[in-house]
C-alpha cells in the first residue's frame, strides 16, 4: 500500500513538474504583453478610478436641477404652566344716538369672566419641505457643464494612459528581444574563440605556433566569457522589468519570440498634425472648462429665484386640558434675490476667471508647439533609425564575409592571429550594432505613434 501511494506521488510529481516546465515554455506575444499591462498597471488601474470619480460627480451635479426633498421633525417638553384670569361684572354698553351719531350710553351687560390655564407640556411638529431653484444666474447649469468637461478630460486621461502603458510595455519587450539577441552574440563569439583557442593551441603542441598566439586567443577568451556573464545578467534584468510592467511576480519565468515585433515598412509620417493627440483633446477641455468657470463667477452678479413647498403639523400646548393645535399646513414661498453692490467682490472675480481664460490658451498655444516639434523630431529618429538599420545590416555581412576570409588567410599563413581577431571583434561588434539598431527602430516607431496619437 505504502509503495503504491509513492508511486502516486512521484507520478504527479512528474506531471506537476512536466506541466510547470511547459507553462514556462509558453511564449508570450506582444499582444499578450500589452494586454495583460492594461489589465494589471498600477497607472491603468489608478486612471480607472479617476474616471469612475469624474462620472460620480458628474452625476452630483446634474442632480442640482432636481427638487430637493427633506423631512424634519423637533420635539420638546417643559413644565411651565400657568394660568390666566379675566373678572366678572357688568360692563357698559354703548349704542349711536340715531340724530347725533355719537355714543351715548344705553345700559350694561353682565360679564361672566374668563379663567385660561395652560401647560407647555409635550410639544413636537414635524414636516416635509421641497425646494426647487427655478432661476440662480447660470450657475447650476456652469457647474453641470464643468463636470461633464472633467469627465470627458478623464476618459482622454486614461487614452493617454494607455498609451503609456502600451510604450513602456513595448520598450520592455523588445529590451528583452534584445537581450536575447545579443545573448546569442556574446555566445557566438564565445564558440568561435573556443574553436580558434583549441586550434591554436594544438598548432602551439605540434609547434606550427608560437605561445604568444595561445596567449592572444586566451585573453581574447577571457574577454569573451565575461562579456557572456554581462549578457546573462542583462537577459534576466530585461526579464524582470517585462514583468513589472505586466504585472507578474518580479522572479516569473517568462519567455518571448526571439524575433523584433514588425514595423510597416510603407508607413506615411505627417508631421502637421496632433489633433489626435489625448494631450490635445484635454487642454481644449481645459479652456471649456475655464469659459464655464467665467460663466459661473458671472453667475453671482444675476438674480436667483427659488421656490419652496412645505407641509408641517404641530401638536401641542394644553389650554384648559385641551390640546390647543393639532392640525397640518400647507404653506409655498417663493424667494428672489437680487445682488445691488458688493464693493467689486463679485465683479473682480468674473475678471480674474477671464484672465485665467486667456492664461490658459496661451499656453494651450505653447503645448501645441511643443507637441509639433516632439512629433517632428519622433518623425527624423524613425527615419535615421530606418536608415540606420539598413547600414547595420549591410555591414554585418561585410563584417561576416572580411572574417570568412581572414580565417581562411589565417589558415594558410597569409594572415597574422592579429589580423583575424581584429576581424572577429569587428564581426562582433557589426552583428551587436544590427541588433541595437532593430531595437532603436521599433522603440523609435512607437514613439512616432504615440506623438502622431495613433498608439491607442
Known sequence: MKKEI????????????LSVSLAAQEKLSLAQCREMALKYNKDMAAANKQTEAARLMSLSYKANFFPNFTANGTGIYSTADGSLGVPGGNLPVFLPNPATGELVSSGFAYFPGLNLDYKVGTVYSGGIQVEQPLYMGGKIR???????????????????????????????YVQLVKAKEMRKVAEKYHNLLTELFKNVKSAH??????????????????????????????????????????????????DIS??????????????????ARPEYGILNKQIAIAEQEVKLNRSELLPRIGVRGSYDYLHGLEVNDETLMKKGAFSVFLNVSVPLFHFGERTNKVKSAKVKLEQARLEQENVNEKMLLELMQAANNLDEARLETELSERSLEQAEENMKVSGKQYE?????????????????????????????????????????????
Open 205 to 254: 603542441r605540434h609547434g606550427i605556433k608560437p605561445q604568444n598566439d595561445v596567449l592572444k586567443v586566451q585573453v581574447k577568451l577571457n574577454e569573451s566569457e565575461l562579456s557572456l556573464r554581462k549578457a546573462d545578467n542583462a537577459l534576466r534584468l530585461a526579464g524582470m522589468n517585462l514583468c513589472h510592467y505586466i504585472g507578474r511576480p518580479l522572479t516569473a519565468q517568462i
Open 258 to 275: 526571439d524575433d523584433f515585433p514588425e514595423v510597416e515598412q510603407e508607413w506615411k509620417v505627417q508631421v502637421s498634425d496632433i489633433t
Open 412 to 456: 594558410v599563413g597569409l594572415e597574422t592571429l592579429s589580423d583575424y581577431l581584429e576581424a572577429q571583434v569587428l564581426w562582433q561588434q557589426a552583428y551587436q550594432t544590427k541588433v541595437d539598431a532593430h531595437f532603436q527602430l521599433y522603440v523609435n516607431y512607437v514613439a512616432y505613434l504615440k506623438a502622431a496619437g495613433q498608439l491607442q
Open 6 to 17: 509513492l508511486v502516486a506521488i512521484s507520478v504527479a510529481g512528474v506531471l506537476f513538474g
Open 142 to 172: 456652469a457647474a453641470y457643464k464643468m463636470s461633464l468637461l472633467g469627465k470627458e478630460m478623464a476618459h482622454l486621461n486614461e487614452a493617454l494612459t494607455t498609451s503609456e502603458v502600451i510604450l513602456n510595455t513595448d520598450k520592455a
